[in-house]
């Protein structure tokens, strides 16, 4: 199926010194529609075309002073021309003049004496690749023209969200700044009310300090996501211990672990298991991994933590000894709020979310799930030698 376009409007310069064959020509080509001018040697021709963009040029070989293949080449050698296609007109069928005539830069042949379907038909042939290259040409324009436009408007947006993004980011430190120094003047008169009150009184104290502590936290960690998700957390990466850390992370939990009577055993293949890491960072994840594995266990039960490592990777495995997660928790357990209405009481609404983000920042894996035996666990693959 040849493609809907108009050659009614094609121009046709017919280059020829013999004026019955221009006759001829023109004479087939009228009456298809065409529209027809006449050169009768080479350089009248290259004049016409230099005036005029043709849409397809007949070209004898045979013409004193300049011939069709000199003429061709002149007009191929500009930039402006190439997209003429040339036709040879010429009586010579040896192997090497057509192969000449190709070489000088023409598109095609036709043999003299001229049959009429042959030539209309190559005319048609070369006009409908002309104009199909063409509007190809104008597409590609077009595609890249919006490209371009999408792209700036892709920048734009992109700046805009980077603008939200680093509004939020500020926000984020004026409120946790701003939410600091009351609670810190809040903490401070509650334990000099503690030293006033009657001890009936002092258990409302103790639920004050709860909050404070709770609200401060929750601005903290905000923060601390806010930065991560947007990559404008300064990561500061070094050599750190992962048995020491723990350690350090599992001494502030006595309290909490006395309350409940909780076990909490950490096993290790080896003295230091030394990662690649941010300090601070590394150490919120265990703070907060290990405040779940505490909150979650039966009381008089046991949080086990092991370390191994293979080759380039340090493995930190983590159980409670609880009920471990439903299986709609496990859908959505690195979602804020992940798991459900616990967050309410429970504080674990924007842990886990925090601890994915930390891990992704060191290209490093966790993997959460239940125990066979009861229970959860949380696995951390790190690697040694981060970059």
Request: with cysteine.
């Amino acid at each position: 199926m040849k493609p809907q376009i108009d050659l009614k409007s094609a121009e046709i310069l017919i280059v020829d010194d013999n004026p019955k064959n221009l006759q001829v020509l023109s004479n087939i080509l009228v009456q298809q529609g065409y529209s027809i001018e006449f050169a009768t040697d080479g350089r009248q021709a290259i004049d016409w075309i230099e005036n005029k963009p043709f849409d397809l040029v007949l070209l004898d070989v045979m013409m004193p002073e300049i011939d069709g293949f000199e003429v061709c080449q002149k007009l191929k050698a500009k930039k402006e021309f190439n997209g003429i296609p040339i036709i040879f007109l010429t009586a010579k069928t040896d192997k090497e003049s057509i192969i000449k005539g190709f070489e000088s830069g023409g598109q095609d042949y036709i043999t003299k004496p001229f049959d009429s379907h042959e030539l209309l038909a190559r005319v048609e042939t070369h006009l409908i690749l002309k104009f199909s290259l063409e509007k190809l040409e104008d597409l590609n324009k077009w595609l890249e023209e919006q490209v371009a436009l999408k792209t700036e408007e892709l920048r734009i947006a992109y700046d805009e969200l980077t603008l939200l993004d680093e509004a939020k980011i500020e926000f984020l430190k004026i409120l946790s700044h701003e939410l600091r120094t009351p609670l810190n003047g809040i903490k401070g008169f509650t334990q000099i009310l503690k030293q006033k009150l009657s001890p009936d009184l002092l258990h409302y104290i103790d639920i004050i300090n709860i909050s404070t502590d709770r609200l401060e936290r929750f601005s903290r960690v905000a923060l601390l996501i806010s930065s991560l998700r947007t990559k404008s957390y300064p990561l500061n990466l070094k050599k750190i211990g992962i048995h020491s850390i723990l350690n350090e992370t599992c001494n502030d939990f006595t309290e909490q672990l006395n309350e409940n009577n909780i076990e909490i055993e950490c096993e290790s293949t080896f003295n230091d298991d030394i990662i690649t890491g941010d300090f601070e960072l590394i150490k919120e994840t265990f703070n907060q991994l290990i405040e779940n594995a505490i909150l979650y266990s039966n009381k008089n039960g046991k949080v086990t933590i092991s370390i191994s490592d293979n080759d380039n990777l340090v493995t930190v495995l983590i159980k409670d000894s609880g009920n471990g997660f439903s299986k709609e928790a496990l859908e959505n357990i690195f979602q804020p709020f992940g798991l459900g209405q616990d967050h309410i009481d429970k504080k674990v609404g924007l842990g886990l979310h925090l601890v994915k983000l930390i891990m992704d920042a060191h290209k490093a894996t966790i993997n959460i799930g239940n125990n066979k035996d009861g229970g959860s666990y949380v696995g951390l693959i790190f690697n040694k030698n981060l970059k």
